[in-house]
């Protein structure tokens, strides 16, 4: 493969990562702020979001994801 499209191809999964990693952190302090079921829902959502993103490029432990977010343990997959 091409180096410059392969670079492109790393950069783009990062920046990827990178926007559902800022879109859990955002529906989680969401959550802490105003827990209901409408907002933990939302949390939930934008976790699995992440883990399948992750999931699709290999990456296949999670804990520290997890940790780093402060994800509840009853939602860990």
């Not at 950069?11 to 990693?21: C, D, F, I, K, N």
């Amino acid at each position: 493969m091409d180096l410059a499209i392969e670079q492109e191809l790393k950069a783009e999964r990062a920046a990827s990562l990178g926007r559902a990693g800022a879109a859990l952190e955002s529906a989680l302090a969401a959550w802490r702020a105003a827990p209901s079921p409408t907002t933990q829902k939302e949390a939930q959502k934008r976790l699995w979001y992440l883990v399948v993103q992750r999931e699709a490029i290999g990456l296949r432990r999670h804990r520290d994801v997890y940790e780093l977010y402060g994800v509840p343990k009853t939602w860990w997959y």
